[in-house]
C-alpha cells in the first residue's frame, strides 16, 4: 500500500486535507478543496507513528521535521478535530499496522531532543520546578517575539472584536484589578507572576505594594530589570520562589493567573487552603486558569502537551475547582468562563510566531519553534470546540460579622 492511502482512509473524503508522501504518492479529498497539505517526508515519520499511534507519534514527527504541514495547521487541527473513525473497518487498521509494524523496528529513532520527561515525586518542589525550567526557561527574547510587548502569557480579554493583543492584554490586567478592587496602599500577593506584568499594573495604575513569586530563573531576572526600568521598585518585588515557600501574610488581595493548571489535582484543597491563610480579613483571590468543560474529560495533559509544552500539567473541572475553593473558605462572589477569549488570544500569539519566524528559530532553535507552532492551533481549536475552557472565579475571606465589602453591584 502507498503511504498515502495510509492516511485517506482515517481522514476520509470528507476532510479536507490533502496527502503527499516520501514515496511519491499523493491523496486529495473528493468532498472539498484542501486547506492543508500534510508532507510525510521520511519513513521514520511512520516510525514515530508506529511507536506512538497517536498525538504523540504525529508531534514526534513533526517536531522532527519528517513530517510538515502546507497551508493553515489550524485549519487543518480544525478539520481533524472534526473526524471520526468509527467507518475505518478493522481490516483496513489490520493493513495500516502491518505496513507499519516493522518501520517501528526498522527506525529505532530517539524523540527529539525537545521531549521531556519529569523524575521524581510528583508536583514536588523540585518537580515542578523542572517543569517550570522546561517550558519558561528557554528564551526571554524568544518570549518576547511570541507574547509582543504585553509579556503576558495568560489568557488576554477581549473588549471588543477589533481589540489588538496589547489591548487585550491591559484589559485583562485591568479586569483582574477592578475585581480585587485594588486601591493605593494596598497588598497584593501575585502566584505564579511569570514576567511580573500583573503586579506592575497593579502597582504603576492603583499604587499598590505587590510581590510577584515565580518558579522561573529567567522570569524573575527579566521582571526584575523591567520594574527597575519602570522605575517601580518601592512599590513591586519579583521573587524567584515557590509560592509555598512565602512567609508573608495579611495581603488585601492574591491573584493566581495560570498557576493552578500546575498545582494537581492532590494540591488543589492545600493550595487554596495556603491562598486564603495569605490574606486578611475581607481580603479578595482571583483564580484565573484553563478548565475540562465537564468531570467526563480527563485531568492529565494529551500526551504532546505533557511531554513538550507543560509536563504534569491537569486541567480540572471548574465545578469542582470552586467546590475546593469553597471548602478553603472562600465566598464565592463572581465567576465567568474566557473560552473564546483564549482562542484569539492564540491566534495572536501564533500570528507573532510567524512573522518571526527566522528570528525565533535562531534563538530557540527550529524544534523549540515548532513545538510552538504545532501546539499554539492545537490549543486553540481545543478552545474553539469546548475540550478546555478559561475561567475566572473571585472569592473573598469573608470579615467579622460575614461581611464580604463587595458593592451591591459591581460593574464587571
Same mark, same amino acid.
Given at each position: 500500500?502507498?503511504?498515502?492511502?495510509?492516511?485517506?482512509?482515517?481522514?476520509?473524503?470528507?476532510?479536507?486535507?490533502?496527502?503527499?508522501?516520501?514515496d511519491?504518492?499523493?491523496?486529495?479529498?473528493?468532498?472539498?478543496?484542501?486547506?492543508?497539505?500534510?508532507?510525510?517526508?521520511?519513513?521514520?515519520?511512520?516510525?514515530?507513528?508506529?511507536?506512538?499511534?497517536?498525538?504523540?507519534?504525529?508531534?514526534?514527527?513533526?517536531?522532527?521535521?519528517?513530517?510538515?504541514?502546507?497551508?493553515?495547521?489550524?485549519?487543518?487541527?480544525?478539520?481533524?478535530?472534526?473526524?471520526?473513525?468509527?467507518?475505518?473497518?478493522?481490516?483496513?487498521?489490520?493493513?495500516?499496522?502491518?505496513?507499519?509494524?516493522?518501520?517501528?523496528?526498522?527506525?529505532?529513532?530517539?524523540?527529539?531532543?525537545?521531549?521531556?520527561?519529569?523524575?521524581?515525586?510528583?508536583?514536588?518542589?523540585?518537580?515542578?520546578?523542572?517543569?517550570?525550567?522546561?517550558?519558561?526557561?528557554?528564551?526571554?527574547?524568544?518570549?518576547?517575539?511570541?507574547?509582543?510587548?504585553?509579556?503576558?502569557?495568560?489568557?488576554?480579554?477581549?473588549?471588543?472584536?477589533?481589540?489588538?493583543?496589547?489591548?487585550?492584554?491591559?484589559?485583562?490586567?485591568?479586569?483582574?484589578?477592578?475585581?480585587?478592587?485594588?486601591?493605593?496602599?494596598m497588598r497584593?500577593?501575585?502566584?505564579?507572576?511569570?514576567?511580573?506584568?500583573?503586579?506592575?499594573?497593579?502597582?504603576e495604575?492603583?499604587?499598590?505594594?505587590?510581590?510577584?513569586?515565580?518558579?522561573?530563573?529567567?522570569?524573575?531576572?527579566?521582571?526584575q530589570?523591567?520594574?527597575?526600568?519602570?522605575?517601580?521598585?518601592?512599590?513591586?518585588?519579583?521573587?524567584?520562589?515557590?509560592?509555598?515557600?512565602?512567609?508573608?501574610?495579611?495581603?488585601?488581595?492574591?491573584?493566581?493567573?495560570?498557576?493552578?493548571?500546575?498545582?494537581?489535582?492532590? $494540591?488543589?484543597?492545600?493550595?487554596? &487552603?495556603? %491562598?486564603?491563610? =495569605? /490574606?486578611? @480579613?475581607?481580603? +479578595?483571590?482571583?483564580?484565573?486558569?484553563?478548565?475540562?468543560?465537564?468531570?467526563?474529560?480527563?485531568?492529565?495533559?494529551?500526551?504532546?502537551?505533557?511531554?513538550?509544552?507543560?509536563?504534569?500539567?491537569e486541567?480540572?473541572?471548574?465545578?469542582?475547582?470552586?467546590?475546593?475553593?469553597?471548602a478553603?473558605?472562600f465566598e464565592?462572589?463572581?465567576?465567568?468562563?474566557?473560552?473564546?477569549?483564549?482562542?484569539?488570544?492564540?491566534?495572536?500569539?501564533?500570528?507573532?510566531?510567524?512573522?518571526?519566524?527566522?528570528?525565533?528559530?535562531e534563538?530557540?532553535?527550529?524544534?523549540?519553534?515548532?513545538?510552538?507552532?504545532?501546539?499554539?492551533?492545537?490549543?486553540?481549536?481545543?478552545?474553539?470546540? $469546548?475540550?478546555?475552557?478559561?475561567? &475566572?472565579? %473571585?472569592?473573598? =475571606? /469573608?470579615? @467579622?460579622?460575614? +461581611?464580604?465589602?463587595?458593592?451591591?453591584?459591581?460593574?464587571?
Open positions: 500500500m502507498q503511504v498515502a492511502e495510509l492516511f485517506r482512509p482515517v481522514l476520509g473524503d470528507e476532510a479536507p486535507v490533502a496527502i503527499r508522501a516520501y511519491g504518492s499523493a491523496s486529495t479529498p473528493s468532498a472539498a478543496e484542501p486547506v492543508a497539505t500534510v508532507d510525510v517526508r521520511s519513513e521514520t515519520a511512520l516510525a514515530y507513528l508506529a511507536a506512538s499511534p497517536n498525538s504523540l507519534g504525529l508531534a514526534r514527527a513533526y517536531v522532527s521535521g519528517h513530517l510538515d504541514v502546507e497551508g493553515s495547521l489550524y485549519q487543518a487541527l480544525t478539520a481533524m478535530s472534526e473526524l471520526t473513525v468509527s467507518d475505518v473497518t478493522p481490516s483496513t487498521l489490520l493493513k495500516m499496522a502491518a505496513r507499519m509494524a516493522p518501520l517501528r523496528f526498522r527506525h529505532r529513532v530517539a524523540p527529539p531532543p525537545e521531549e521531556h520527561r519529569q523524575r521524581g515525586r510528583r508536583h514536588s518542589k523540585d518537580r515542578d520546578s523542572t517543569a517550570i525550567e522546561h517550558h519558561y526557561d528557554v528564551s526571554n527574547r524568544f518570549y518576547e517575539l511570541v507574547l509582543g510587548p504585553s509579556m503576558a502569557y495568560t489568557c488576554a480579554v477581549y473588549p471588543s472584536e477589533t481589540a489588538t493583543l496589547e489591548d487585550a492584554q491591559f484589559a485583562k490586567h485591568a479586569l483582574v484589578a477592578e475585581k480585587l478592587a485594588l486601591e493605593p496602599g497584593l500577593l501575585d502566584v505564579g507572576c511569570g514576567w511580573g506584568q500583573m503586579a506592575m499594573h497593579a502597582a495604575h492603583h499604587g499598590v505594594q505587590a510581590l510577584g513569586v515565580t518558579l522561573s530563573r529567567d522570569q524573575a531576572t527579566w521582571a530589570k523591567e520594574v527597575a526600568r519602570r522605575g517601580l521598585g518601592d512599590l513591586v518585588e519579583i521573587r524567584h520562589s515557590d509560592y509555598r515557600d512565602v512567609t508573608e501574610g495579611d495581603f488585601d488581595a492574591v491573584s493566581s493567573i495560570g498557576l493552578t493548571e500546575h498545582i494537581g489535582r492532590r $494540591n488543589i484543597s492545600s493550595y487554596f &487552603q495556603f %491562598l486564603y491563610a =495569605k /490574606l486578611r @480579613p475581607g481580603g +479578595r483571590l482571583l483564580n484565573h486558569c484553563i478548565t475540562r468543560p465537564d468531570h467526563h474529560h480527563r485531568a492529565a495533559a494529551d500526551p504532546f502537551i505533557d511531554r513538550y509544552v507543560f509536563p504534569d500539567g486541567l480540572l473541572p471548574i465545578g469542582w475547582l470552586i467546590s475546593r475553593m469553597n478553603a473558605g464565592i462572589r463572581h465567576e465567568e468562563n474566557l473560552r473564546e477569549h483564549y482562542s484569539r488570544t492564540l491566534a495572536g500569539w501564533s500570528a507573532n510566531l510567524e512573522e518571526h519566524w527566522d528570528a525565533c528559530v534563538e530557540a532553535g527550529e524544534g523549540r519553534a515548532r513545538v510552538w507552532r504545532l501546539y499554539m492551533p492545537a490549543c486553540q481549536v481545543g478552545f474553539d470546540v $469546548n475540550n478546555i475552557q478559561l475561567h &475566572q472565579v %473571585l472569592g473573598v =475571606k /469573608l470579615g @467579622p460579622d460575614a +461581611r464580604s465589602g463587595f458593592p451591591l453591584r459591581p460593574a464587571y
